[in-house]
């Protein structure tokens, strides 16, 4: 996926005639972002259980999938550029 949107990138840097450059995060990284994502969307599920307030649990949802998204995406790292 990052890929992907560091191509979209390139192609419209091009287009505007602008030069940005996005990181490209480390597998060690992607696994550190993914880690603190489920643990601390774990904690918003659990306070939306347990509070009356909803929107913690749908933003712990949100976090877990992203924790999800990440472990996914250091995955396809093959190396640590």
């Known amino acids: 996926m990052i890929k992907e949107v560091n191509r979209a990138c390139e192609k419209l840097n091009d287009t505007l005639g602008i030069s940005v450059e ?16 489920l643990v601390v ?3 918003l599920v659990a306070a939306g259980i347990l509070f009356p307030s909803k929107s913690c649990a749908l933003l712990g949802g949100i ?19």
């Not at 990181?23 to 993914?34: D, E, I, M, Q, R």
């Open 22 to 37: 996005l990181p490209n995060p480390k597998k060690k990284a992607l696994k550190t972002a993914a880690v603190c994502n």
């Open 63 to 81: 976090s877990v999938i992203s924790s999800a998204v990440l472990n996914k995406e250091s995955k396809s790292k093959t190396h640590e550029s």
């Open 41 to 43: 969307g774990a904690g």
